[in-house]
């Protein structure tokens, strides 16, 4: 009945809910089946091959630095501010994204640095106004500050995208620190 099992998941890709009524056994057997064989839940596979999705958190394989401060990770996001009583989806599509209802002025955007270790995963994070050059060194300087406080005292390696503020800026602040910075290549 096993291998039934088995030969009715591979071909039909199915689960057990539809599985255990066509082979006459109760849905929990089957899943119990599946599990004992290691076979992957479906949300995690593609729907058309039924190979397991690389990104699924059962296939991910997590790596780190042997230790704290040998390598950290910086990026920005970018998030639109949202007007006083709420935005586009709560006044509907009529208005514009990101602009104010009473007065049409544009209200901008947030930008939240921050800095990842890469073997403690400990992050440091602030809001700032915009993600120019002097910001993202100046955030640098501060986010180095606090990993110091937490017992990180050194960083050796910066790995950051390649934006432009990132590419340029950050070079007299990673001397400063004797950071050596990671920078993707232009594509």
Known sequence: MEAAILAARVEHRRGQDWLGPELGVPARTVARVLR???????????????????????TAIRYER???????????????????????RAEGQNTTNHRSRLNKTRIGYDYVHSMVDDHSRLAYSEVLPDEKGPTCAAFLDRAIDYF????????????????WAYRWSLREACARHGIRQNVPPRV
């Open 66 to 88: 042997a230790r704290p401060g040998e390598l950290v990770h910086m990026d920005v996001k970018k998030l639109g501010r949202i007007p006083d009583g709420g935005g586009w």
């Open 148 to 163: 110091a406080g937490q017992g990180i005292a050194r960083v050796e390696r910066l790995m950051t995208d390649n934006a």
């Open 36 to 58: 004992r064989h290691h076979v992957p839940l479906l949300r995690v596979l593609d729907p058309l091959t039924g190979e397991v999705i690389r990104a699924s958190k059962t």
